[in-house]
């Protein structure tokens, strides 16, 4: 399995696409720059099948419904699948436009799931949003808005809330072993980097 990284959009979102063996490609937070999806898609020769979303805000999930219309499959939690619905995924709080649309595939926590020959398994984090989810593959751990480098998500947009996100960023820290942490912005980092620097892991 390959992964490749894209960031784009005003806010700067991470898209990783995870690449099987036989050329089937998971996208983990598609963005909003749908052009730039299909480039690196071109580029590097896969076919999306699959859309993973950390969360339903904007600028994570903008781009699900054109690449549902290409053919992929599109997964997000129970909890924020109705906001790819409704004005909770903040398009127009921000002035972005969304194109709403039904998910495919709902998971729940600790549900192990195998999308396009990949095993993922989907633990919600809530905190960022109500229904927000990290994903874990092999050694490596998408935390969307959940976990950044040396940093949390914000909790102040609708269905967010502190007190969650404290117990979300603890249970992550309370996983065995070490992760790769690949978050929805800014840079790449480790959970046992984190463990040590991240000041969040102190707030109560």
Not at 12 to 17: G, L
Not at 31 to 56: M, P, W
Request: with cysteine; net charge negative; proline share 1%.
């Amino acid at each position: 399995m390959k992964l490749y990284h894209l960031s784009s959009g005003p806010l700067r979102v991470n898209t990783y696409f995870l690449v099987n063996e036989d050329g089937r490609a998971v996208v983990i937070d598609g963005g909003e720059n749908y052009k730039k999806v299909k480039q690196v898609e071109s580029e590097y020769g896969f076919k999306i099948c699959a859309v993973l979303l950390t969360h339903a805000h904007f600028d994570h999930a903008g781009n699900a419904k054109k690449l549902q219309d290409d053919g992929a499959k599109v997964y997000v939690s129970e909890l924020d699948a109705k906001k790819l619905l409704n004005d909770d995924n903040l398009g127009k709080d921000f002035g972005r436009k969304f194109e709403y649309l039904i998910a495919d595939y709902t998971f729940t926590d600790g549900q192990e799931l195998e999308v396009c020959g990949i095993k993922i398994k989907a633990l919600i984090t809530p905190g960022h949003t109500d229904g927000s989810a990290c994903f874990i593959v092999d050694n490596m751990l998408f935390t969307g808005d959940t976990l950044f480098l040396e940093s949390v998500g914000r909790t102040d947009f609708k269905t967010g809330n502190r007190e969650e996100l404290i117990k979300s960023v603890k249970r992550l820290f309370d996983l065995d072993g070490d992760y790769v942490v690949y978050p929805g912005h800014q840079e790449f980092t480790t959970l046992s980097h984190e463990r040590k620097n991240n000041g969040f892991v102190d707030y109560d």
